[in-house]
């Protein structure tokens, strides 16, 4: 039981270059999400998804985007990279204690990326 | 929006000494709220939860948090800290609305704990 899988665990990027950071969980977490973790700032979620083919934008979704084609993956795709983009991604899953309840997060062990 | 107040932004202790770190949230109606720990280079990790009942909840590595509804708070205690509890606390609340709940999580910027042996 792997738990929360990300890769790559680093990444430099140019301006202007696409990459996508991939996530997958082996627990059968209907619930999936990715953040950005900046210094000083706590964790902004980016998109969030409740089950395959459902996604829904965060706080913080612009210059990205994601799919949701099966429970175990949710792959974060970066177009255009800026440097602004510059920061610590987390993917975490979840399960549902009861319908529209958060259980435990889960948590990958990041992806970070670097764009100059 | 929901928001979430850390207010501590960094916390220096020397092993031995008590822990309370506090966490504030605006929302008014219920809640179910969380303190996930960061070590150094690591992932965030559980450390409590609190859905309902007993308003004292016991975590992990002997912190325990109380949720006191009046005060929209829910801060996390340890009366003992040790060197390996240096690393980041993140508060987080999960509110539940209405007719449907949400599924998000809203974080608070987190609060450093460094304990000096």
């Known amino acids: 039981n792997a738990g929360v899988t990300q890769t790559p665990k680093f990444r430099i990027l140019k301006i202007g270059q696409s990459m996508t950071l991939q996530c997958t969980q082996d627990?059968?977490?209907?619930?999936m999400y990715w953040y950005r973790q900046d210094p000083g700032m706590g964790l902004k979620l980016i998109y969030y998804s409740v089950g395959a083919g459902i996604t829904d934008k965060g706080e913080v979704p612009n210059g990205y985007n994601v799919s949701r084609s099966t429970t175990e993956d949710f792959p974060l795709r970066l177009e255009l990279a800026a440097p602004s983009q510059t920061s610590v991604y987390f993917c975490?899953?979840?399960?549902?204690?009861?319908?529209?309840?958060?259980?435990?997060?889960?948590f990958g062990p990041g992806t970070r990326l670097t764009v100059l | 929006a929901q928001s979430v107040s850390q207010h501590n932004h960094h916390v220096i202790l020397s092993e031995a000494a008590s822990l309370e770190l506090g966490c504030n949230y605006s929302y008014g109606g219920t809640v179910n709220l969380f303190w996930y720990v960061q070590y150094p280079g690591q992932h965030l990790q559980l450390l409590l939860k609190?859905?309902?009942?007993?308003?004292l909840v016991k975590g992990i590595k002997g912190f325990e948090a109380e949720f006191i509804k009046s005060k929209f708070s829910f801060n996390l205690r340890k009366p003992s800290v040790q060197w390996s509890d240096t690393a980041e606390y993140f508060c987080a609340v999960n509110p539940q609305y209405s007719g449907a709940g949400s599924y998000q999580l809203t974080f608070g910027k987190g609060t450093k704990l460094s304990v000096i042996p």
């Open positions: 609190y859905f309902s009942g007993d308003p």
């Open positions: 627990m059968n977490h209907n619930y």
């Open positions: 975490a899953s979840s399960y549902a204690p009861r319908t529209g309840q958060v259980g435990e997060q889960f």
